[in-house]
């Protein structure tokens, strides 16, 4: 068969992106994922002919400018914009109890409801946005700094800070209760200064694009088929080992499986600390009439009951002071494929809480979390429950058994590794766990650890 150049572990978008690149130049590239659609956390799943998105609310970095994050991953790739079919959200809201923030893909209008809301902010608002402005965010030698003192440093209120931490920490932070500032700024950057879209035809389309292109350049791809171990010889890497047991030669594997478990694949163990703590559930509820019959007209809302944001561990199985709303349907041009118009709704919970559940009592759970979900949307927008056709709902135990990502934490480890390398020579990391984050940001972890480190 013959030794390969590098062994991809996990054909999620950073997994895709970087066997784009290195394929696109003549290396011998494999790409393993244990899953039977690429796409990773963001993925979708079918039930008959409907194709369902899984993890994806929106897609970041919208932004037009031949500068942005978005066009410098499409250029690497040699993909077109209008490949991706990405439609601009209509508009978006922060919603607490005592104040609404509103926002689209003109930073115009996020600064002037800024300005209405919190009218004794503004200037330490633009001069948060200016640090964040000037942040040297990608530097992989910056280590943790606090957002929250970043903001207090610039004299932001509580109150308006709460509302600028809510959307990006359930974007994006893998650390409860605050967030390096550094990767804040990617994401405050991605959303709100760039802008949010989603793929016309949703994940399967945005997969496809980026498989196709893969396996035109002379990419190798196995789906359903994960990695048991990664070799070493001479104390660097010399292959893997799949789930059927068979072993694939390579000079270097680039593992996005997360950083604790590519350590468990090459030594066997991890610490602790590694793994990350925050998980989320998604629920799903498909319509019979249109979202914005009940007066949802939203892309995306994130709302919080009080004037405090908590983001944390959930002592119960889920938390629902606060949560996220997506209404696929309110990004002008996205065609839904399921039975009607859906509203994902992702909430904080307990991985410990889901795991420890039996077969019975996790069913049970599921549909109290669903119940209690559709009595809150219920008492926001009068008459929508009686509208659900079809529900579902995803755990931090669904997202740990298809992803193999320890306690289901999508936004991984809080150990970050910025530069991409580990201690083992030839093993390399991409992915939420090199530090980058949103859709743009996974794909371009992958092109940026190729071409730091795989291009020579």
Not at 440 to 453: A, C, D, T
Request: charged share 20%.
């Amino acid at each position: 068969m013959g030794k390969y150049d590098v062994i991809i572990i996990g054909a999620g978008l950073s997994g895709l992106a970087a066997g784009i690149r290195l394929s696109q130049f003549g290396s011998r590239v494999r790409i393993f994922d244990m899953q039977r659609y690429a796409g990773g956390m963001n993925s979708y799943y079918r039930r008959g002919e409907r194709a369902y998105d899984v993890g994806l609310h929106a897609v970041t970095n919208y932004s037009l400018e031949r500068s942005s994050p978005l066009s410098l991953m499409l250029r690497q790739l040699r993909i077109r914009r209008d490949e991706l079919e990405l439609v601009p959200q209509r508009s978006s809201r922060i919603s607490f109890l005592d104040a609404d923030l509103e926002f689209d893909n003109d930073f115009g209008t996020f600064r002037d409801s800024v300005a209405r809301s919190f009218p004794g902010d503004q200037v330490a608002f633009d001069r948060f946005v200016a640090r964040i402005r000037e942040d040297d965010s990608f530097n992989p030698s910056l280590g943790f700094e606090s957002t929250r003192a970043v903001m207090r440093e610039v004299g932001l209120s509580v109150e308006l800070s709460e509302m600028l931490l809510c959307p990006v920490m359930y974007y994006g932070s893998s650390w409860p209760h605050d967030m390096d500032f550094h990767q804040y700024c990617v994401l405050f950057s991605s959303m709100f200064l760039e802008g949010l879209c989603r793929p016309a035809g949703g994940m399967e389309s945005l997969v496809g694009v980026l498989t196709k292109r893969f396996l035109e350049n002379g990419g190798e791809l196995s789906l359903g088929s994960a990695i048991r171990s990664i070799e070493l010889s001479g104390g660097r890497v010399s292959g893997v080992v799949d789930s059927a047991g068979h072993f694939h030669g390579c000079d270097a594997v680039l593992s996005c499986a997360g950083y604790p478990e590519t350590l468990d694949l090459a030594h066997g163990q991890h610490a602790p600390e590694m793994i990350g703590e925050l998980g989320f559930t998604e629920s799903l509820f498909e319509l019979s009439r249109p979202v914005r019959d009940f007066g949802l007209a939203d892309s995306v809302v994130f709302f919080n009951s009080s004037s405090t944001f908590s983001y944390g561990v959930p002592t119960e199985g889920f938390e629902l002071s606060s949560f996220v709303l997506c209404v696929p349907g309110n990004f002008p041009g996205v065609r839904e494929s399921g039975r009607g118009p859906a509203i994902r709704m992702t909430a904080l919970a307990s991985p410990k809480y889901w795991k420890g559940l039996s077969k019975g009592d996790y069913e049970l759970a599921k549909a109290a979390l669903l119940r209690d979900e559709l009595d809150i949307l219920e008492s926001m927008y009068p008459g929508i429950s009686k509208a659900v056709i079809y529900s579902e709902a995803f755990t931090p135990k669904t997202i740990e058994r298809y992803t193999g990502r320890l306690n289901g934490a999508v936004y991984g480890s809080p150990i970050k590794i910025k530069n991409g390398l580990t201690d083992v020579p030839g093993l390399l990391i991409c992915g939420t766990d090199q530090g980058f984050l949103g859709i743009v940001g996974s794909m371009l972890s992958g092109i940026v650890v190729v071409n730091r480190h795989l291009m020579t």
